[in-house]
């Protein structure tokens, strides 16, 4: 499994080179892109399209006879005929970056199993910490409480919410689940590294926890793949699987190889 992210600054991404990338991606992704009223999320959803597009086009395959779909809860995947191991993606972003997960598609199709999730370390603005952990108390278990609130310095303790949190958002969408599944039902002890869902043990499960020091170590994320089996690992992604772009580097690139 892999991780490419690209770093997207509104104020560097220019106007001109947005409506050039556009045409780039079907028409029903573009319908999607223009619907948005901020520019700046229209241009995140854009990057978001081409990312699998650009995988794609590093395999071989023209950017006309790249085709996907989504499932019934809306999970984006690839049908793009004659891809041969099956790709696996999944893509998030928050604020400044727009990251995807991908590999091989073993099992779970047709979206396969993988998903993936990166939070920016921030608290809302004229908010406590103590009053943010009290926002989101009902999607912690009791043990992930105690360890945020734990005697650790406020830097660890936003990093340890946000390590919880993007591992449940990227267990949730590696099952193609939609908005509404309860994360109290997921616990992840970020001091023993276990997780468990229902009281139980996951079983089968690769979670890769990554930093982008790009960004001075000011996001987490993780990426989650089912593999099948009785264990479940909890690791780093290694430095050769995470990549980092410029986003007007990249849909420069993107421009220049598809077009």
Request: proline fraction near 5%.
């Amino acid at each position: 499994m892999q991780v490419w992210n690209v770093l997207y600054d509104p104020l560097e991404f220019p106007d001109d080179l947005y409506h050039a990338a556009l045409p780039l991606v079907d028409q029903t992704a573009q319908n999607k892109i223009t619907r948005f009223y901020r520019r700046e999320d229209a241009c995140r959803s854009l990057i978001g399209n081409l990312l699998p597009r650009v995988l794609l086009q590093k395999r071989g395959v023209d950017k006309d006879d790249m085709t996907f779909a989504t499932t019934d809860t809306g999970k984006p995947y690839c049908t793009t005929p004659g891809v041969d191991p099956p790709l696996a993606f999944n893509v998030t972003h928050d604020e400044g970056v727009i990251a995807m997960a991908f590999g091989t598609g073993d099992l779970g199709p047709p979206a396969f199993n993988i998903g993936v999730d990166v939070m920016k370390l921030k608290i809302p603005p004229r908010t406590t910490f103590t009053e943010f952990v009290d926002i989101v108390d009902s999607q912690l278990t009791t043990r992930e409480k105690n360890l945020i609130l734990a005697d650790v310095t406020e830097e660890e303790a936003i990093r340890r919410f946000y390590c919880i949190w993007t591992l449940k958002e990227a267990y949730t969408k590696a099952l193609g689940i939609g908005l509404g599944f309860d994360f109290r039902r997921i616990e992840y002890d970020v001091v023993e590294e276990k997780v468990s869902v229902d009281g139980e043990p996951v079983r089968g499960w690769q979670f890769l926890k990554f930093e982008l020091p790009q960004c001075g170590h000011n996001y987490v994320g993780f990426a989650a793949k089912f593999v099948g089996g009785r264990g479940t690992s909890i690791s780093e992604l290694s430095e050769g699987c995470l990549v980092c772009y410029d986003a007007v580097s990249f849909v420069n690139r993107a421009i220049e190889e598809m077009s």
